[in-house]
Structure formats: C-alpha cells, structure tokens
C-alpha cells in the first residue's frame, strides 16, 4: 500500500511539473500583453482573471484568450498528450524524482518565458515607444499643448493599429509556440 501511494504521489508529482511546462508557454503569452496593456495605456483598466482570481490587463486577456484558441485549433491538447505518453518512456511509472536536473529545465523554460514575452511584444512595443518618443519632442518643442490629452489616445489608438497589423504574423508565431511544446516538456524532463 505505501508503494502505491508513492508511486501515486510521484506521478501527481510528475503531472503537477508538465502542467508547469505548459503555463509557461501560456503565461509568456500573458506577460507580452501585460507588456503591450502596459506600454498602450490599459493598466488602469483591468479585468478579472478567472484563472488566477487576480486582476489582469485587457490586452493580457486578450492574447491569452487568442493562444488557448490557437492551442486548440491546432491540436495542442494531443501533443500535451503525446509528450505525456513519452514521459511513460522516459521515466517509468512509480520512478519520477524531482532531481537537480528537472528543475533546472523549469528554470531554463521560465527564462525562455521572458525572452518569448519580450519577442511577441517587441514590434508594438517598439512603435509605442517611437509614437512617446515623437510626443516627448512635441511636448518640449509647443509647451502649450496637453500631450496628456493627447497621448493616452493615441498610444491606445497606435498600439491597437499596430497590434492588428501584427497579428498577421503573431498567428503564425503562437502556432510555432504549440507546437514547440512537446520539445518544451522533454527538456524539463530531460534536465538543461
């Protein structure tokens, strides 16, 4: 009986670590529109996020609402369930230990998370700033003008604009993301 139940820890242990994995991915999804939600102008308005109970960005929302869809249409949930039937291969049932080298690859993929987030953000993050920059010069060069009137609509307007022109090439890239993912959980359970 108290091998079954390590054995069923282990495995809850070695679920728990994928599951992990997989947030990953999504969460850098989340960050890139926390960034943009950020940079545009939304992080006053905030929604409730149903997944974690706390507040998040529309843009957040928004994007992380488009990869899960994403996820879906291209059958993410079958090669989360292809990397789940390798990891019988790769550790038998029961034998799942939490070693050195399982957290490195969670540390490894988080990292990877960040560097994800600031790729999906980059081009409208860039345009925004290029758009605070232009409004910086006019706020010192015409003092009278309210860049504050100015700007908060603008920034939503341009990131939003540019944000739709981009899309076109962020679909492409989240379906790279999906199917990137079962490499993604055989480096966690394969070490760094």
Do not use: W
């Amino acid at each position: 009986l108290t091998y079954f139940v390590l054995a069923l820890g282990s495995e809850l242990l070695l679920g728990i670590v994928l599951a992990i994995g997989v947030r990953f991915l999504f969460a850098s999804v989340q960050l890139a529109g926390q960034f943009l939600g950020f940079q545009m102008g939304f992080n006053m308005a905030s929604v409730m996020d149903p997944q974690t109970g706390g507040q998040s960005s529309v843009m957040a929302q928004f994007l992380y609402l488009f990869m899960v869809l994403i996820f879906f249409s291209v059958d993410g949930h079958h090669i989360f369930i292809r990397a789940l039937s390798y990891s019988f291969e790769v550790i038998p049932p029961g034998s799942f230990e939490l070693s050195a080298s399982i957290v490195g690859g969670l540390v490894k993929v988080s990292n990877q998370m960040f560097v994800l987030a600031l790729k999906l953000a980059a081009p409208v993050m860039i345009g925004l700033f290029l758009s605070n920059l232009c409004l910086g010069i006019v706020a010192r060069t015409v003092p009278q003008v309210n860049i504050l009137m100015v700007g908060f609509p603008l920034n939503i307007g341009l990131g939003m604009i540019l944000l739709g022109l981009t899309m076109s090439s962020l679909a492409p890239f989240f379906v790279s993301i999906v199917k990137s993912m079962g490499q993604v959980l055989m480096m966690i359970l394969q070490g760094p």
